[in-house]
């Protein structure tokens, strides 16, 4: 068993291994804890306004640590790794590691201002989705791929249909105000990208400027 874990990891980017052992390791102990009766991770991780506001501030970062269902554990899962292993390409594992974090705090404050009272508890990784398909497609516009291996589109083309289609889904089980909560994501994304972009830039500018007057000076 550990020699088949090894192969599934190994290959994987820093970044991305550590958000991989994270959400297996919590999504694998909250399902059994719920499958076996013996304990329930839901009430202390999971996200609701009521909660929040009366002291439980850590949930607007935990309620992503837990699944919202099998389909849920193994999909977005799935996503992640594959979105974050692209992302990783040209950003460091902090800067991964932040996008999500990013993400999983704009829908969690989302989720208490709209419902400030509401008892209805928040869960799912859909809000780190949704964060990286917004900074994938924004950041690889014009690359190709082939969409499940059969049609050719660019990256936006490709991390667009993703997010709508990851919306429809939501909305069945989670309804349309939580789907649209979760979806905060995704402005998210693209804001850290921005942010990111204008850090970088300012970075590339005054280097330049020092080593112009370093020049001077000699």
């Known amino acids: 068993m550990k020699a088949v874990w090894h192969r599934f990891v190994g290959p994987l980017t820093p970044g991305v291994r550590v958000i991989v052992v994270v959400l297996a390791l919590t999504g694998l102990a909250a399902m059994i804890g719920v499958f076996s009766r013996a304990y329930d991770l839901y009430p202390w991780l999971a996200l609701s306004g009521a909660s929040f506001w009366k002291g439980h501030v850590w949930n607007i970062v935990t309620y992503a640590l837990l699944p919202a269902g099998i389909w849920d554990f ?12 692209w992302l990783e390409r040209i950003w460091s594992r902090g800067e991964l590691w932040l996008c999500c974090l990013i993400a999983i ?7 208490v201002i709209v419902q400030p009272s509401g008892p209805l508890l928040m869960v799912g990784t ?6 990286l398909l917004a900074a994938w497609g924004r950041l690889f516009t014009y690359e190709k791929i082939l969409f499940w291996f059969i049609w050719e589109m660019t990256v936006r083309q490709a991390a667009i249909l993703m997010t709508v289609i990851g919306f429809i889904i939501m909305l069945p089980c989670s309804g349309l105000v939580n789907a649209s909560i979760m979806l905060a994501g995704a402005p998210a994304g693209l804001l850290y990208v921005w942010l990111r972009g204008k850090i970088t830039h300012r970075r590339a500018s005054q280097t330049v400027t020092s080593d112009r007057m370093g020049r001077l000076e000699l």
């Open 74 to 85: 193994l999909f977005n899962w799935i996503v992640i790794l594959f979105l974050g292993v």
């Open 105 to 111: 705090l704009a829908a969690g404050l989302a989720k």
């Open 126 to 131: 859909m809000p780190i989705v949704f964060g």
